[in-house]
């Protein structure tokens, strides 16, 4: 047997487009919700195959024409290890933004509990991404981690696009990042 400590992250929703502009101005988009994070261990038996799943970000929505609604942001992907027929450990993506509206919801996911390994696994749910606001809503920052760093610019939500002007088309927002994962063996 051969004991796996696993650290993922699931990958940030995209961010909303903004609306074209018109005689009342543009309305921006809300940020994606950053992918949750998930710690454990796993127990493997030597050569046995192992399927790790990293979640792409979600793209970000196009920004509208010309009095125009934009269009909402992709979810991001979720980071899954598989084996054994079994997925094991889930790190769910965040949800994208949606148009002049609240920022999306941070990942959550599942978590082994391997507990021979001292594993008591747990989740940290991803930041929320922000509301639509003057300037776009920001995309939901990395879950909180113990014990390990994520570096930087892993997992985050998109940026919702941001105002334009009268008589422009709407900005379109960011794409989230994608997953990442990290393994310790013993």
Same mark, same amino acid.
């Given at each position: 047997?051969?004991?796996?400590? +696993? @650290?993922?992250?699931?990958?940030?929703?995209?961010?909303?487009?903004?609306?074209? *502009?018109? #005689?009342?101005?543009? $309305?921006?988009?809300?940020?994606?919700?950053?992918?949750?994070?998930? $710690? &454990?261990? +796993?127990?493997?038996?030597?050569?046995?195959? +192992?399927? !790790? =799943? !990293?979640?792409?970000?979600?793209?970000?929505? #196009? &920004?509208?024409?010309? /009095?125009? @609604?934009?269009? #909402? *942001?992709?979810?991001?992907?979720?980071?899954?290890?598989?084996?054994?027929?079994?997925?094991?450990?889930?790190?769910?993506?965040? =949800? *994208?933004?949606?148009?002049?509206?609240?920022?999306?919801?941070?990942?959550?996911?599942?978590?082994?509990? @391997?507990?021979?390994?001292?594993?008591? %696994?747990?989740? $940290?749910?991803?930041?929320?991404?922000?509301?639509?606001?003057?300037?776009?809503?920001? &995309?939901?920052?990395?879950?909180? =981690?113990?014990? =390990?760093?994520?570096?930087?610019? $892993?997992? !985050?939500?998109?940026?919702?696009?941001?105002?334009?002007?009268?008589?422009?088309?709407? /900005?379109?927002?960011?794409?989230?990042? @994608? %997953?990442?994962?990290?393994?310790?063996?013993?």
């Amino acid at each position: 047997m051969t004991g796996l400590h +696993i @650290d993922a992250w699931g990958a940030g929703g995209g961010g909303s487009g903004s609306s074209g *502009g018109n #005689a009342l101005g543009a $309305r921006p988009g809300g940020g994606g919700g950053a992918g949750g994070y998930v $710690r &454990g261990a +796993i127990t493997v038996v030597p050569l046995e195959t +192992i399927t !790790i =799943t !990293i979640g792409t970000g979600g793209a970000g929505g #196009a &920004g509208g024409a010309v /009095d125009g @609604d934009g269009a #909402a *942001g992709g979810n991001g992907g979720d980071t899954t290890i598989e084996y054994g027929g079994t997925v094991h450990v889930t790190a769910g993506g965040g =949800t *994208g933004g949606t148009f002049f509206g609240s920022g999306g919801a941070g990942g959550g996911g599942t978590a082994p509990a @391997d507990t021979a390994l001292g594993g008591g %696994g747990f989740v $940290r749910p991803g930041e929320n991404g922000q509301g639509s606001s003057g300037y776009g809503g920001g &995309g939901g920052g990395n879950p909180a =981690t113990v014990g =390990t760093s994520n570096p930087a610019g $892993r997992a !985050i939500g998109g940026n919702g696009g941001h105002l334009g002007g009268t008589n422009s088309p709407g /900005d379109p927002g960011t794409a989230g990042t @994608d %997953g990442y994962v990290v393994i310790h063996w013993s």
